[in-house]
């Protein structure tokens, strides 16, 4: 059973992560006993554990704020994401079945409809969940979910890219379904190659982030 203080800490971890709270958002525990309806002691201790986690920082005769995404660890963990990602896709490039491949037309399928109704947190669930697929058909969910452990600032940093307007969203779908093409070839090269070429959006893409959410970001160089 989750405990009050576990229940908090996925409720505020949750806000920050999915851009409910803003980084550099100022934020204080009566403001999320209120809103999640828990007393003041465990989601105080909540908010310690996302301070160790890096998640929130307090100043001295200030307050607590939401931490700004740092854009160098979003970096790095883009480099380790797209080495891994377009070798693990590469690996299974020509073995999916055709229902392992219609799995994953589905998923670009509840994307695009996110895009067309400008559902934006359902865009990004289901980008997500495209990529976590291939791990998991690939038998390497355990990676998946390795690489999420430090990749707090990077998919924040993705979900600001789907909230950037001058982004289009079918960008990411278009990609998608190339990838798919190539699964469905059975070309294993071509997946390796367009998986590894759709994980460096983020370098050509980065500055118009950054432009328009300039206050959201720190280590920047």
Do not use: C
């Not at 994307?111 to 058909?137: G, K, L, P, V």
């Amino acid at each position: 059973m989750e405990s009050l203080q576990d229940k908090a800490y996925n409720a505020i971890y949750s806000k920050i992560m999915n851009l409910d709270l803003y980084p550099g958002q100022q934020v204080s525990d009566k403001q999320f006993e209120e809103e999640i309806g828990v007393s003041r002691t465990p989601v105080r201790e909540a908010m310690l554990r996302l301070r160790r986690d890096d998640m929130l920082y307090s100043l001295p005769q200030s307050g607590t704020y939401v931490t700004r995404i740092d854009l160098k660890k979003s970096l790095d963990a883009r480099y380790a994401r797209q080495l891994l990602e377009s070798n693990i896709a590469g690996s299974i490039g020509d073995q999916l079945t055709d229902d392992q491949i219609q799995t994953l037309s589905d998923i670009t399928s509840k994307q695009t409809t996110a895009s067309s109704r400008d559902q934006i947190q359902r865009f990004f669930q289901m980008d997500n969940a495209f990529h976590e697929q291939i791990y998991r058909f690939a038998d390497k969910g355990n990676i998946w979910n390795w690489l999420l452990t430090f990749s707090t600032d990077l998919n924040r940093y993705r979900l600001l890219r789907v909230y950037d307007a001058n982004l289009p969203m079918d960008r990411l779908t278009d990609e998608h379904k190339a990838i798919i093409a190539a699964f469905a070839a059975h070309n294993a090269d071509k997946v390796r190659q367009l998986v590894y070429s759709h994980l460096n959006l983020m370098l050509s893409e980065q500055q118009s982030v950054l432009d328009k959410f300039p206050n959201y970001f720190t280590n920047i160089k």
